[in-house]
């Protein structure tokens, strides 16, 4: 089938490379011209798994790019729009992109085509761009409007596209049902994961389809990622109570998640939720909510979590290490979780830019975001480092703060060298306590009491500081504020 992806952003580029793995033809819209013209150059600009893999081998094939919107329009069966929609200043979506695109859209109706979106977006939008079409020139019987929410987690999102838990249609008539079906069927009747190319991955996986109406379909998008922020807010909560009570939410986490009930996927502590979907949608789902007479409070408690979950981290810092004016700190993650480099409501950056405020000195690393973090802070608010180690050398502490698998693999005897100060803390839980203990480092995570470092008495001299040995674990206890 013929394929237009609207929006070249992290879900519309992941969706025409799986739509050209699953065989069809597809040509991929935007109007930013230079990352028009890397992908034409055989570039990829964004950090995702098996994408350059995938790219690579549709590129001038099944897969192809343009700035044309109209003539992408006119060549496809099937237009999918997967063009941002921020958050506006009242909370809620910003939907002129995707106005911008229905109305482009209406001027190149040829004959009859079905539009689909996939960004994520309120309940009424499809509705929306109905309306909108219809108001810029189009007959409403050309055309079909239907929603297929994306459930892609960066960094595995090809992984999530290929293998999906289900489809989701939300359609209105038979020609959206047929066409979407069609071509989602490598998928639903197994056909792709039999092909000797396919990417590796269960062979005998199965994904449920699922249509509903469109307004169903709108709806369920917003409200799985309500309730994804939601278990992540209340594990925070979680971890609050037992640093408090002496508890540790690791153990916490293994008791309640075996119950098959709950399950432990999203109940991982740390510094809180971020990225391009759980904040806007959360904060969008809210307002939808409030528009048609409802106090959706609980999804108002589950953002106030997620906001104080930043701060309690910086107090945790401030504790360590009793003053922060001053002090050298190492920063390990800068995107909103490992595995991509997005940075976009990255709650390290956030962290960082109220360190920096306090005074002080920040020295970063992170495998693949320096660059978009470049971008998102301000000229000289931090500096950038060449590796792990590098960023730790001369710190008075480390912060990690995102889960990248090289950081729960560092040399931590090489981190405990490096630094000034015998201090870890883990933002991410990334690292096993009685590890780092091994090494020397006091420990601070994130729902368990701090610990003292095993600091043998040959080495307690180095990290003496004028006549106070801060190196001594007594001293360290004090210090921290526990």
């Not at 929306?128 to 189009?138: D, E, K, N, P």
């Not at 979780?337 to 409501?345: I, L, P, S």
């Not at 960023?391 to 912060?399: E, N, S």
């Amino acid at each position: 089938m013929n394929i237009a992806v609207i929006g070249a952003g992290y879900v519309g580029l992941v969706s025409a490379a799986c739509f050209a793995e699953l065989g069809h033809e597809v040509i991929t819209v935007d109007m930013d011209k230079e990352k028009i013209a890397r992908l034409r150059a055989g570039g990829v600009p964004i950090h995702e798994d098996l994408l350059p893999e995938l790219l690579r081998r549709h590129h001038g094939k099944g897969l192809h790019f343009s700035t044309d919107i109209q003539a992408a329009f006119q060549f496809c069966d099937v237009a999918f729009i997967c063009v941002g929609t921020p958050p506006s200043p009242n909370g809620d979506a910003d939907l002129s992109f995707v106005e911008g695109v229905a109305q482009e859209l209406a001027l190149a109706l040829d004959d009859h085509k079905i539009i689909v979106e996939k960004s994520t977006v309120p309940v009424g939008t499809c509705e929306a761009v109905s309306r909108t079409m219809v108001l810029h020139g189009a007959r409403r019987e050309d055309f079909s409007i239907a929603s297929n929410p994306e459930f892609l987690r960066e960094g595995t999102a090809v992984h999530d596209f290929l293998f999906p838990d289900r489809i989701l249609l939300g359609v209105a008539d038979e020609a959206s049902r047929r066409a979407l079906t069609a071509i989602y069927a490598p998928i639903l009747d197994g056909s792709y994961y039999r092909r000797a190319s396919s990417l590796a991955g269960p062979t005998n996986h199965v994904a449920k389809l699922i249509v509903t109406g469109v307004k169903s379909a709108e709806l369920i998008k917003h409200a799985s990622n309500a309730f994804l922020a939601m278990k992540i807010s209340f594990i925070n909560a979680v971890a609050n109570v037992c640093e408090g009570v002496g508890a540790d939410v690791r153990e916490v986490v293994q008791g309640v998640g075996t119950d098959s009930r709950i399950g432990t996927q999203f109940l991982t502590p740390g510094i809180g939720y971020g990225g391009s979907c759980f904040p806007k949608d959360v904060l969008a789902f809210r307002s939808v909510a409030k528009s048609v007479g409802y106090d959706f409070a609980l999804l108002t408690e589950v953002m106030k979590v997620n906001n104080e979950q930043k701060l309690r981290f910086v107090e945790k810092i401030r504790k360590a290490l009793w003053t922060l004016r001053g002090k050298k700190l190492a920063v390990l993650g800068l995107a909103f979780k490992g595995g991509t480099d997005d940075v976009r409501e990255s709650p390290a950056l956030e962290i960082v830019q109220l360190l920096k405020a306090e005074g002080a000195s920040i020295r970063a690393y992170d495998p693949a975001a320096m660059e978009r973090a470049r971008g998102a802070l301000i000229d000289g608010t931090i500096s950038f480092a060449a590796d792990a180690y590098d960023a730790c050398a001369g710190a008075d502490a480390v912060l990690v703060l995102a889960e990248w698998e090289e950081f729960a693999a560092l040399d931590l005897n090489r981190i405990r060298a490096l630094l000034k100060l015998p201090i870890l803390i883990d933002g991410k839980n990334v690292l096993q306590p009685s590890e780092v203990r091994k090494a020397g480092l006091h420990y601070y995570g994130v729902g368990s009491e701090a610990e003292a470092p095993l600091i043998d008495s040959g080495s307690r001299q180095r990290f003496a500081v004028g006549n106070s040995d801060l190196s001594h674990p007594a001293t360290l206890v004090s210090a921290s504020g526990d």
